[in-house]
């Protein structure tokens, strides 16, 4: 059970082409993420399980790994929760894998809830707040 | 969430579609027409439309549009002299120096400096989008097609103006590509931040080089810079005299390196405003007169610079030294007081090139084809600050 999907890493600003690869092995049940990632890609771990138990989904009773290929150039950023979080569905069988080769996928954390707006009555505030401002 | 544009060009580079965030689409879909775009709310929306039971559509580009009207030139009183020269800038794209005591206005004229400046053309206004993508400083995901304009407080770092720290973020100068890098209180900034901006302004990027990273931004800005003649603020003005003499000024003014101010070619003295000015009931010339005035400038810069066969942003005061001096020969008399001005003042080479480019951008906005004596003269005033001239008479 092994996923691919193409992401990106940002070097100034270009875009360089960054695969997730995500397997399902037997083993103890844990995630690893592996190839360079930075604190914030690391805990990745954490908020992608968080989305998916959030979707409804629940991580099989399995050893999980994720590498972020290529190996040696570092990982940073919170852009790699959303398509490491695909892979894992990928590699489940939730989403099918072949749809996803043809995208490049990056982003932050997977919403967990439905939506992140603010309530409408602060929204109007900043929104007032902003135009006295200008 | 940072870089989602970058990424969808690079995505579209390489043939294929791009997933991201929803707050993100409409950001991303600037990167093209045909690029395929889907950007879900949330991780069963995505499955759904692999699935086909719920399909999502493309996300729509999005225009930010400004809140309120941009502050108007109409709004100052008098400083005649200082708004022709902000307009010379604007026009040639020209790097400025206003020196003047406190309260006389001149961070007013520089914050109205973008109302004067033409919009951003689609290229460059993906340009400037790119680095804003990766600053993550695009609201909503929404672009804009007026010019950036910066203006770090005199605190800032020196990865904070030329870029640097651990991602390797864009910087001030990289922020204000294709705008306007403002520095008020200009000596007030640590000298080897302001000496890190030699590079960027002569080649219009930064080349940052760390032991992980090695990232080139561009950064071609036009510097906007304000400060006051001397420490107490008030050197110059009829009747004052500094406490510490004229040390004073001179060691204030010491502040900034040679090579720094050889790179700005419009150097203005803001004096205080009279009373006199401010009581005047007429209302000054607002900036979308001025703002026809430069944008015809511009054009006939478009037009020349496309007759031969460059960039199509390129202004008078970023184009290669080559073409300055083909595009901006002057006639015989204006030769002759080029002459005279650069051995009396001791131009260095780049001195007296851009000498000739603000010349010629004066040209422009009189519409005449040839540099004549009256634009070098005007240029060359604007080069030397009053007590340079007076030393060199």
Redesign the interface.
């Known amino acids: 059970m092994v996923s691919r999907v193409s992401t990106v890493a940002f070097e100034g600003i270009e875009a360089v082409p960054v695969d997730v690869q995500v397997m399902i092995a037997p083993g103890k049940m844990n995630i690893h993420i592996v190839g360079l990632p930075d604190k914030a890609v690391a805990e990745s771990r954490e908020r992608v399980q968080a989305a998916l138990h959030a979707s409804g989904l629940s991580l099989p009773v399995k050893k999980v790994t994720v590498n972020l290929a290529p190996a040696d150039l570092p990982k940073e950023g919170s852009h790699y929760d959303l398509p490491i979080a695909l892979g894992l569905m990928a590699a489940l069988g939730a989403i099918p894998g072949d749809a996803i080769a043809d995208y490049v996928v990056l982003g932050d954390s997977p919403s967990t809830a439905p939506s992140r707006r603010w309530p409408a009555r602060c929204r109007r505030r900043s929104a007032r707040m902003r135009s006295a401002r200008a | 969430?940072?870089?989602?544009l970058?990424?969808?060009?690079?995505?579209n580079a390489?043939g294929?579609?791009?997933?991201?965030?929803?707050a993100?689409g409409p950001e991303s879909a600037w990167a093209g027409a045909d690029i395929?775009i889907?950007a879900p709310?949330?991780?069963?929306a995505?499955?759904n439309h692999?699935?086909g039971t719920q399909v999502l559509s493309r996300p729509e580009p999005a225009v930010r549009k400004m809140?309120?009207a941009a502050l108007d030139l109409a709004d100052i009183k008098g400083q005649e002299s200082a708004k022709r020269a902000l307009e010379v800038a604007a026009a040639g794209g020209h790097n400025l120096l206003m020196t003047g005591p406190p309260g006389s206005g001149k961070s007013m004229l520089a914050q109205r400096l973008p109302s004067i400046l033409p919009p951003l053309s689609p290229k460059e206004l993906l340009e400037v989008s790119?680095?804003a993508s990766?600053a993550g400083e695009l609201a909503d995901g929404r672009l804009s097609d007026r010019r950036p304009f910066r203006s770090p407080h005199h605190s800032a770092s020196m990865a904070a103006m030329v870029g640097g720290g651990?991602?390797?973020r864009?910087g001030e100068a990289a922020l204000a590509h294709n705008g306007v890098l403002f520095l008020d209180e200009f000596p007030e900034f640590t000298p080897q931040v302001l000496d890190a901006l030699r590079q960027p302004l002569e080649n219009g990027e930064c080349v940052i080089a760390r032991a992980?990273?090695r990232?080139?931004?561009?950064a071609r800005v036009q510097l906007v810079a304000a400060m006051n003649p001397c420490r107490c603020g008030m050197a110059g003005q009829p009747g004052y005299r500094c406490l510490r003499g004229p040390r004073c000024q001179a060691d204030y003014q010491a502040r900034i390196s040679g090579p720094l101010m050889d790179r700005i070619d419009i150097r203005v003295d803001v004096p205080a405003v009279s009373a006199a000015d401010l009581i005047r009931p007429a209302k000054a010339e607002p900036s979308s007169v001025v703002a026809a005035r430069v944008a015809r400038a511009r054009d006939i810069q478009r037009e020349r610079f496309a007759a031969l066969g460059l960039a199509a942003a390129t202004t008078n005061a970023h184009c290669a030294t080559a073409v300055v001096e083909e595009i901006a020969e002057p006639d015989a008399a204006g030769l002759a007081l080029l002459r005279d001005a650069s051995e009396k003042l001791g131009f260095s080479a780049r001195a007296y090139h851009r000498v000739l480019r603000v010349a010629r951008t004066l040209a422009d906005l009189d519409g005449e084809a040839k540099v004549g004596r009256i634009h070098l003269a005007e240029s060359i005033s604007y080069r030397m600050s009053a007590e340079r001239l007076a030393q060199a008479a």
Do not use: E, Q, T
């Not at chain 2, 969430?1 to 989602?4: E, R, W």
């Not at chain 2, 970058?6 to 995505?11: N, R, S, V, Y």
């Not at chain 2, 294929?16 to 929803?22: F, Q, R, S, T, Y």
């Open positions: 969430m940072a870089g989602a970058p990424a969808a060009i690079g995505a390489i294929k579609g791009l997933i991201c965030p929803h993100s395929d889907l709310r949330s991780l069963i995505i499955a692999f699935r809140a309120g790119m680095i990766i651990l991602r390797v864009p992980n990273h990232v080139s931004y561009p």
